[in-house]
């Protein structure tokens, strides 16, 4: 994984909790915590922040990272505007994930293997997302999501249909956004 995203988390968990937490769970799960944007580290690193995250907030992982996509949309928003700009809906920011966003975050952070989405966008009311990365880190993209519909001054309701940690292909989402 890029450290980008632990760049992310820190800075989430620094801004709303504190920096002594973030060191607290850097110390609970071993790790030095010397993460470099254009490095890559182990994607168990992230597993752990996270386990020791749930066990110290007595949340499920689950929710951790979805507070943690939430949490990091304001910052990709502050570190990436020219992502934003252009877009005044989170559905119209979210259809360009796979065609402008990630190939800019591959030139960015050479190595990364971002995620992949499709979107089913038969129903104006409702974008249907599916979601596919070996790192099955679900919840995080449907913390994005919501981060993304605040931005956009939305609510993002989202009731998952399919989840790869159910055995199922890919994870898949069905988004209805509301202002």
């Not at 940690?165 to 509301?178: G, I, L, Q």
């Amino acid at each position: 994984m890029k450290g980008i995203v632990f760049n992310l988390l820190e800075e989430a968990v620094s801004t709303e909790l504190g920096e002594a937490t973030w060191d607290r769970l850097l110390d609970d799960a071993g790790l030095d915590g010397a993460y470099t944007s254009l490095g890559s580290y182990d994607d168990a690193e992230i597993f752990r922040l996270v386990g020791v995250a749930s066990a110290a907030l007595d949340l499920p992982p689950q929710d951790v990272l979805r507070w943690f996509g939430r949490s990091a949309m304001p910052i990709l928003v502050r570190r990436f505007p020219a992502f934003f700009a252009g877009h005044d809906s989170a559905r119209s920011f979210l259809l360009t994930l796979n065609n402008l966003i990630h190939p800019e975050v591959r030139k960015l952070y050479p190595g990364a293997a971002p995620p992949v989405f499709d979107f089913d966008t038969s129903s104006s009311d409702e974008l249907v997302i599916g979601y596919n990365s070996q790192r099955k880190l679900c919840a995080l993209a449907e913390g994005f999501m919501q981060g993304a519909a605040a931005y956009f001054g939305e609510h993002a309701a989202i009731h998952q249909s399919q989840c790869m940690h159910e055995h199922a292909d890919k994870c898949v989402f069905h988004v209805r956004f509301a202002k």
